[in-house]
């Protein structure tokens, strides 16, 4: 039983055994971990932000769309940065482009 615990109160080891590969073994996981989270998460969000903005940049009079609230219309009119919807017969609402959630 002491003869595990002298073990155990051992000085550091010298520095001779520490390799100079220890520190690129340290940071491997981490570029690893990052390059999967960029495959996984960032690249496609940022595609999906890419198509989302060329839908809202091609807004036509008849297209059927749903808003970021739910409401769900037919575009009557696209004015600079808002867009007239008719979400019912005599309806129309103003709702911004970027309240725009896509195709309905």
């Known amino acids: ?45 940022q595609k999906r932000a890419r198509e989302h903005q060329k839908f809202v940049q091609n807004l036509k009079h008849g297209q059927k769309v749903v808003t970021a609230g739910g409401l769900v219309g037919h575009v009557v009119k696209v004015e600079g940065e808002e867009v007239l919807l008719e979400i019912s017969p005599e309806v129309k609402v103003r709702v911004l482009k970027n309240y725009i959630a896509g195709p309905a």
């Open 1 to 45: 039983m002491w003869d595990s615990l002298a073990y155990a109160m051992g000085g550091p080891p010298s520095q001779g055994a520490q390799g100079g590969g220890s520190l690129i073994a340290a940071f491997l996981p981490l570029v690893l971990i990052f390059v999967v989270f960029y495959f996984l998460l960032i690249r496609p969000q």
